[in-house]
């Protein structure tokens, strides 16, 4: 079985990769890493949810017909991650 961590950081100068945030997992043990780098020409993650939002293709979900859920449907989720 194969655990997911998704996490940000930063390679430095020295061409190694600092973790913005400490990993919850115990160690040592090895790890499979894939980095995924932003393009200088990718928008950022509030400039695609702004154009998600104003994009009419979703506009249908603005109908009141479409509000199916209540606050009491569900159960929260709390990452402790």
């Not at 990993?23 to 043990?29: E, F, H, I, K, S």
């Not at 702004?50 to 929260?76: H, M, R, V």
Request: hydrophobic share 35%; charged share 35%; proline share 6%.
């Amino acid at each position: 079985m194969i655990k997911t961590i998704e996490t940000t950081g930063v390679i430095d100068k020295r061409k190694q990769l600092q973790l913005d945030e400490p990993l919850t997992v115990d160690g040592p043990a090895r790890v499979r890493v894939i980095i995924l780098l932003m393009e200088e020409d990718d928008i950022t993650e509030t400039e695609w949810l702004k154009a998600a939002s104003s994009n009419p293709a979703f506009d249908f979900l603005k109908d009141p017909e479409e509000d199916i859920y209540t606050i009491e449907d569900g159960k929260p989720f709390n990452d402790k991650g």
